[in-house]
């Protein structure tokens, strides 16, 4: 069974910068993509960044600030958070799909406060 986790979310003070990683367990099948996905209090989940089938994308409020590294062959991705600010607080999610299944990790935290 595939099993995402996250890890290296925490608190920080506004302008400070987080690396996120997740890892893969258990995989069979390739994934076609991975991603990053945040949910904040009360909204729905929106898409960070997604690296797969050769392309990158970020999310309109993240782009020149996030940075979305390794990929699904490795079973591994990674997400540098610079010039963090209290609106990046919420819990950030990895996700994979391979061409059956779309998984979830578990989420971490990440809050920005002075």
């Known amino acids: 069974q595939v099993r995402l986790e996250e890890s290296g979310g925490g608190l920080v003070h506004p302008g400070e910068s987080l690396r996120l990683h997740c890892a893969a367990f258990?995989?069979?099948?390739?994934?076609?993509?991975m991603a990053w996905y945040l949910q904040a209090p009360v909204q729905q989940r929106v898409l960070v960044a997604m690296?797969?089938?050769?392309?990158?994308i970020y999310g309109d409020s993240v782009k020149g600030r996030f940075t979305i590294s390794g990929e699904g062959a490795e079973n591994t991705i990674y997400l540098q958070m610079n010039s963090l600010t209290a609106e990046d607080t919420a819990v950030y999610y990895c996700?994979?799909?391979?061409?059956?299944?779309?998984?979830w990790g578990q989420g971490t935290q990440v809050t920005v406060s002075s």
């Open positions: 996700y994979a799909n391979d061409i059956t299944h779309h998984y």
């Open positions: 690296v797969g089938n050769g392309k990158t």
């Open positions: 258990g995989v069979i099948l390739s994934f076609n993509a």
